[in-house]
């Protein structure tokens, strides 16, 4: 962890309500728009070279309702793969939580659904896999050196 140069603020509840917010923002905006508005990311690395977004819904594991989360995504074949790297917060966000517990995930690319089943790469798998991902959005990169933990790196695959 690069601890000197992990911000601050990174920790505090603000930006956890931030990221909430700003998520539940854009799922509205994508989904009303059909895909057209919300669907591209251009924030940090995003800004120069902006990065498609899907909507992923889980089942919440608590509550057994749906969850939708908008997330960059790097297709493989019919496989879609997500990061849950929540801006290198020090815990996973929710919805990587509730796939572990219920792996069957919808994505939503514009108007197209795709039935999936959810699992986190293993190993061999991330190590293969996060070169493409920090080429597509090169701040993974950076969130993996502000946090102790390994960045799930979750594969989709249709059911």
Same mark, same amino acid.
């Given at each position: 962890?690069?601890?000197?140069?992990?911000?601050?603020?990174?920790?505090? #509840?603000?930006?956890?309500?931030?990221?909430?917010?700003?998520?539940?923002?854009?799922?509205?905006?994508?989904?009303?728009?059909?895909?057209?508005?919300?669907?591209?990311?251009?924030?940090?690395?995003?800004?120069?070279?902006?990065?498609?977004?899907?909507?992923?819904?889980?089942?919440?594991?608590?509550?057994?309702?749906?969850?939708?989360? #908008?997330?960059?995504?790097?297709?493989?074949?019919?496989?879609?793969?997500?990061?849950?790297? !929540?801006?290198?917060?020090?815990?996973?966000?929710?919805?990587?939580?509730?796939?572990?517990?219920?792996?069957?995930?919808?994505?939503?690319?514009?108007?197209?659904?795709?039935?999936?089943?959810?699992?986190?790469?293993?190993?061999?798998?991330?190590?293969?896999?996060?070169? !493409?991902?920090?080429?597509?959005?090169?701040?993974?990169?950076?969130?993996?050196?502000?946090?102790?933990?390994?960045?799930?790196?979750?594969?989709?695959?249709?059911?």
């Amino acid at each position: 962890m690069d601890a000197d140069n992990r911000p601050d603020q990174l920790d505090s #509840p603000v930006v956890a309500k931030l990221i909430k917010v700003g998520s539940r923002f854009n799922t509205a905006i994508y989904r009303i728009s059909g895909g057209r508005l919300g669907n591209k990311w251009r924030i940090g690395a995003g800004f120069r070279k902006p990065v498609s977004l899907c909507l992923l819904t889980t089942t919440g594991r608590k509550s057994g309702k749906p969850r939708t989360a #908008p997330l960059l995504y790097l297709r493989r074949g019919k496989d879609f793969i997500v990061v849950a790297s !929540q801006g290198g917060l020090a815990k996973n966000p929710a919805w990587y939580l509730n796939l572990r517990d219920n792996p069957e995930v919808t994505i939503e690319v514009g108007r197209d659904r795709h039935e999936l089943t959810a699992r986190t790469a293993d190993a061999a798998e991330r190590d293969e896999l996060w070169p !493409q991902l920090v080429e597509l959005y090169p701040d993974f990169d950076t969130y993996d050196s502000w946090t102790e933990r390994t960045i799930p790196v979750v594969i989709c695959q249709p059911r």
